[in-house]
């Protein structure tokens, strides 16, 4: 059934929309995502000996669509799985090899950590993790069509080259493994990625810049089905 669903032009998209939510679940497992009752002990979100100390809760409010209580809970589930404050890449490693044992999840591991890493200094901060969860739960489908956009734009020059896409995807597929055994071909992500290109590069100048990406996505009804899978996951 999978693989069938994967032969489905357009599912790129949808692939990495899924595979993002199955993160958050995982998130939730590890007691990361935690929405509960909470004392006013945590609403500082401090903590005495971190390497990092995030931003205020008020500055964090303001920048997310989440509440008081919704971030002290986040803060609470992600000081106790990571007592550093941060999280580095060999961690997210650890995770998704663990989420994904019958396949390498390495590679997309690595790109979806680069999406979540703004500053790009290598680790993951409370405040990265938490405004992009806000923009995958609780942020416009153009907002999160954004975001999937900066997943694709592996070297971050505001636009998607095909090598671009066929990586994701390539590690998408390495990441699913066996599970796509027999339904998806050897080929099958080079043949989806020169389709769906070829799609969104309307003037056909070999990138795909964000309004393209926007555009064409917006008129894929997969696509946009797949924005309300990120409804009520926390």
Not at 7 to 12: I, K, P
Not at 20 to 32: D, E, N, P, Y
Not at 99 to 113: E, I, M, N, V
Request: glycine fraction near 6%; aromatic fraction near 12%.
């Amino acid at each position: 059934v999978l693989g069938t669903l994967w032969e489905t032009e357009g599912l790129q998209t949808v692939g990495i929309v899924c595979l993002v939510i199955m993160f958050l679940k995982l998130m939730h497992l590890l007691g990361l995502i935690d929405i509960t009752e909470t004392d006013s002990s945590d609403s500082d979100l401090e903590l005495s000996t971190v390497r990092h100390q995030p931003e205020g809760l008020d500055q964090l409010q303001a920048q997310t669509k989440f509440t008081r209580k919704e971030l002290q809970s986040l803060y609470r589930g992600f000081k106790n799985e990571c007592p550093s404050g941060l999280v580095d890449e060999e961690t997210f490693k650890s995770i998704y090899s663990q989420f994904f044992p019958q396949g390498d999840a390495s590679t997309y591991a690595h790109f979806l950590f680069n999406a979540f890493d703004i500053d790009r200094n290598g680790s993951i901060r409370f405040e990265d993790f938490v405004i992009g969860l806000s923009v995958l739960l609780r942020g416009s489908v153009t907002e999160k069509l954004n975001w999937a956009f900066n997943l694709y734009d592996i070297n971050k020059d505001g636009y998607i080259t095909k090598e671009e896409m066929l990586a994701i995807m390539k590690s998408i597929y390495d990441m699913m493994g066996r599970y796509t055994y027999p339904c998806v071909r050897d080929d099958a992500p080079s043949e989806h990625v020169d389709k769906f290109f070829q799609k969104m590069d309307k003037n056909r100048d070999g990138v795909v810049t964000i309004e393209e990406f926007i555009e064409t996505c917006q008129k894929d009804e997969n696509i946009m089905n797949s924005m309300q899978l990120f409804e009520n996951v926390i």
